[in-house]
């Protein structure tokens, strides 16, 4: 029974010496003075077009403590009226108490906190203070923010597609800035996307993938014939004339290319289920189109390459109507970014410009037209 009493004993010791180290915690770090956030603007309008500008500036003063820290600094932002709940941040330097925000870092911050692009958002922003595993917050600013839809071509990570191919699809020839790209959606050094090859005469069939718009680090077929890079390799030969789909691991020196020949198919069109429509590329616009075709109202159609169902275009997820001259996202069924067997119709029967443009494999793009 003593021995009990002992032991009972030593655990509230333990727990009121842990109590009061906690308790310590407490008071050792007290916040004396609340941090004051304000901003030079009440209202802004990003642009993409001055996106390296300064769009607003913060000041700030410090809070202080009963003791002396080294805190974390941050700008704090959230959509009005959800209590900073999926916020974002932007850090700031500990020896500064104002700062400037470009309209690009603006506009990264409201993409992650959830603000509506194109639309004005009520946002909250105030100034977190972290100290460890505490966090200290200043008053609220309310402004007023009018993101951009940021443009895809700036957003993803790219390489390009120089070759000797190039002039005749709307580019110029060997030149790795002015070249078709190809685009890495998950931003993981794996990189996608479309080329077309007018003729293989002449050795007009070749390309090799350069990096930063420049031949430094260009990397080609390793000699092999078997899918694999090495820098300064061979130049690589178009298997066929017509559009190629191509695929490479930059890290893994590897790359694929296969023939993809788009057109359209289904009952909606004139030709219903039995054959395709195909597309013609037109290296003015660098798009994919079918000039005109009619369109049923009543029925659906898809877009699929080399008449065949392995490699289509399609919705996400359900079937679509297209709205005349409203460009839409479209998804290619192989990169596994859409469920299901969904296909697009048109709310109006008649004739039809379709436009399919394939330049950046993270934002394919789908436009119908009627005539």
Request: proline share 4%; net charge negative; with cysteine.
């Amino acid at each position: 029974m003593k021995h009990f009493f002992k032991i009972v004993t030593i655990a509230l010791l333990g727990l009121w010496v842990i109590s009061c180290e906690k308790d310590e915690d407490q008071a050792i770090l007290n916040e004396s003075s609340q941090a004051k956030l304000s901003s030079d603007k009440t209202s802004i309008v990003l642009n993409e077009i001055t996106a390296g500008d300064a769009a607003i500036s913060f000041t700030w003063i410090n809070p202080t403590f009963n003791t002396a820290i080294v805190p974390k600094r941050q700008i704090e932002f959230g959509v009005k009226g959800k209590s900073f709940k999926d916020s974002s941040v932007i850090d700031v330097s500990n020896d500064v108490t104002n700062v400037s925000i470009t309209h690009a870092q603006m506009n990264a911050a409201m993409y992650s906190c959830g603000a509506t692009p194109d639309i004005s958002n009520q946002i909250e922003v105030r100034l977190k203070t972290i100290a460890g595993s505490a966090f200290f917050y200043s008053n609220v600013v309310n402004i007023t923010v009018t993101p951009y839809t940021p443009n895809p071509d700036l957003v993803y990570p790219k390489i390009n597609v120089p070759g000797a191919y190039a002039g005749a699809a709307g580019y110029a020839d060997w030149t790795p800035d002015n070249s078709p790209n190809l685009f890495s959606p998950g931003k993981d050094g794996k990189y996608r996307g479309f080329i077309y090859v007018t003729t293989l005469a002449s050795d007009k069939g070749k390309y090799k993938f350069a990096i930063d718009q420049a031949w430094p680090g260009n990397k080609g077929d390793d000699g092999t014939n078997t899918g694999k890079l090495k820098v300064d390799g061979a130049d690589i030969v178009a298997s066929a004339i017509g559009t190629h789909y191509l695929k490479v691991d930059w890290t893994a020196n590897t790359y694929s290319a296969v023939a993809a020949n788009f057109g359209i198919i289904g009952d909606a069109t004139p030709t219903g289920w039995n054959s395709d429509t195909d597309f013609v590329y037109n290296p003015v616009t660098k798009k994919y189109e079918i000039p005109s075709i009619q369109l049923s109202s009543t029925g659906l159609f898809k877009f699929r390459a080399n008449d065949d169902w392995a490699m289509k275009f399609q919705p996400a997820n359900a079937d679509q109507t297209l709205v005349s001259g409203t460009g839409v996202m479209t998804y290619l069924n192989t990169e596994g970014t859409v469920t299901g067997d969904s296909g697009y119709k048109v709310a109006v029967t008649g004739a039809y410009k379709i436009e399919l443009d394939l330049h950046n494999s993270a934002n394919y793009k789908l436009t119908i037209t009627k005539l």
